[in-house]
């Protein structure tokens, strides 16, 4: 059943996020400014079961806007798969008087979040992941900045390759969900997009485009792969041996999860932030909020975790016009 609450916690759980700390302000300040108590949970769950927790006040949250990571820190938790995870963190909460807490992550840490509802604490869940991939959302928080963190990599990376005419292969995050290489793809002007969701060309049809790029006078070749396909530093000693350009791979890697938060992310991570606190206020459990058709919203985070997102069937098609032109 849920109930009112008076006491928030807040924490920041699975992979971070640019604008995580927008979301924590967010929730600091409109529980205060509602004359709530907020307590700072560091580490994810694993804090949450050890009791490393502080109380949190508008001076905790100055100057943090603008800076990308999470002051509270982030964790993955194995205990939390176990039943007596969950079970120690909420008698944790109650030790704390924490009757109402902000989860702000992915999907997992949603699950998460799904089970200390279930043991009595108001939770609500909040979409940080730059990887775009929870179903119930069209946003989530860091995504744009990670977006544009590897735009601007990879428009350094295809200077460096026109200058030399090389192929270059870049690896972009995304272990399940291709938005980022897929948006890469698009605003980088990429020749070839690999993405895990879906079958894609084959090396010879990839190497035959490349051959063709160059018949037709293209001074360099850029393929974007999603982590989720990998593989590119085998195929790009591949594609060097069969067509004789030199290829080079690169990898992104954790450089897209760093950095400035774009004013997309902190904007959507400010109004995400207080919507959560608004529904712990008005007695909500186990809902996670969404961003959907322009409008702010929420699910159930039970039903939520059903939902299947789909990458963009146009999208998709407008990728395949502009690519290898
Ligand atoms: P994200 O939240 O970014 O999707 P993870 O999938 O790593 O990241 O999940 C973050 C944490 O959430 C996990 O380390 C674990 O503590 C918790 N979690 C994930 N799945 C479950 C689950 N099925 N039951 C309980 N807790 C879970």
Same mark, same amino acid.
């Given at each position: 059943?849920?109930?009112?609450?008076?006491?928030?916690?807040?924490?920041?759980?699975?992979? $971070?996020?640019?604008?995580?700390?927008?979301? #924590?302000?967010? *929730?600091? +300040?409109?529980?205060?400014?509602?004359?709530?108590?907020?307590?700072? *949970?560091?580490?994810?769950?694993?804090?949450?079961?050890?009791? !490393?927790?502080?109380?949190? !006040?508008?001076?905790?949250?100055?100057?943090?806007?603008?800076?990308?990571?999470?002051?509270?820190?982030?964790?993955?938790?194995?205990?939390?798969?176990?039943?007596?995870?969950?079970?120690? @963190?909420?008698?944790?909460?109650?030790?704390?008087?924490? !009757?109402?807490?902000?989860?702000?992550?992915? $999907?997992?840490?949603?699950?998460?979040?799904?089970?200390?509802?279930?043991?009595?604490?108001?939770?609500?869940?909040?979409?940080?992941?730059? /990887?775009? /991939?929870? @179903?119930?959302? /069209?946003?989530?928080?860091?995504?744009?900045?990670?977006?544009?963190?590897?735009?601007?990599?990879?428009?350094?990376?295809? !200077?460096?390759?026109?200058?030399?005419?090389?192929?270059?292969?870049?690896?972009?995050?995304?272990?399940?969900?291709?938005?980022?290489?897929?948006?890469?793809?698009?605003?980088?002007?990429?020749?070839?997009?690999?993405?895990?969701?879906?079958?894609?060309?084959?090396?010879?049809?990839?190497?035959?485009?490349?051959?063709?790029? =160059? &018949?037709?006078?293209?001074?360099?070749?850029?393929?974007?792969?999603?982590?989720?396909?990998?593989?590119?530093?085998?195929?790009?000693? =591949?594609? &060097? @041996?069969?067509?004789?350009?030199?290829?080079? @791979?690169?990898?992104?890697?954790?450089?897209? +999860?760093?950095?400035?938060?774009?004013?997309?992310?902190?904007?959507?991570?400010?109004?995400?932030?207080?919507?959560?606190?608004?529904?712990?206020?008005?007695?909500?459990?186990?809902?996670?909020?969404?961003?959907?058709?322009?409008?702010?919203?929420?699910?159930? #985070?039970?039903?939520?975790?059903?939902?299947?997102?789909?990458?963009?069937?146009?999208?998709?098609?407008?990728?395949?016009?502009?690519?290898?032109?």
């Amino acid at each position: 059943m849920s109930k009112k609450v008076e006491t928030i916690g807040v924490l920041t759980s699975g992979g $971070d996020a640019p604008g995580m700390n927008a979301a #924590i302000r967010s *929730v600091v +300040r409109t529980a205060l400014g509602h004359g709530k108590r907020v307590f700072g *949970v560091r580490k994810g769950y694993n804090g949450l079961i050890q009791g !490393d927790i502080f109380e949190m !006040d508008a001076r905790s949250v100055s100057n943090i806007i603008h800076s990308g990571g999470t002051v509270l820190y982030t964790a993955r938790c194995k205990e939390f798969y176990t039943d007596a995870g969950p079970r120690k @963190a909420a008698d944790m909460c109650r030790v704390f008087g924490i !009757d109402g807490l902000v989860v702000i992550g992915g $999907d997992g840490s949603f699950k998460g979040a799904e089970r200390l509802s279930e043991l009595g604490i108001n939770t609500i869940g909040v979409p940080g992941t730059i /990887d775009l /991939d929870i @179903a119930c959302t /069209d946003y989530t928080i860091g995504f744009d900045t990670a977006v544009n963190t590897a735009m601007e990599a990879i428009d350094k990376i295809r !200077d460096t390759s026109t200058s030399h005419e090389r192929c270059s292969i870049v690896e972009v995050m995304g272990r399940h969900a291709g938005y980022i290489a897929l948006w890469c793809g698009i605003i980088n002007g990429a020749e070839q997009i690999l993405l895990p969701e879906m079958e894609n060309v084959t090396e010879e049809e990839m190497i035959r485009g490349i051959l063709n790029n =160059r &018949e037709k006078g293209k001074k360099h070749n850029l393929i974007i792969v999603a982590e989720g396909v990998g593989g590119s530093a085998e195929l790009a000693k =591949r594609i &060097e @041996a069969i067509t004789g350009i030199e290829t080079r @791979a690169s990898i992104l890697g954790h450089l897209q +999860r760093g950095g400035i938060p774009t004013a997309t992310d902190r904007f959507h991570a400010s109004m995400m932030g207080s919507y959560a606190v608004d529904l712990l206020l008005a007695g909500k459990s186990n809902r996670v909020v969404a961003y959907k058709d322009g409008q702010y919203c929420d699910f159930d #985070i039970t039903e939520a975790l059903k939902m299947k997102k789909h990458l963009d069937d146009y999208q998709i098609k407008v990728s395949g016009m502009l690519e290898n032109k």
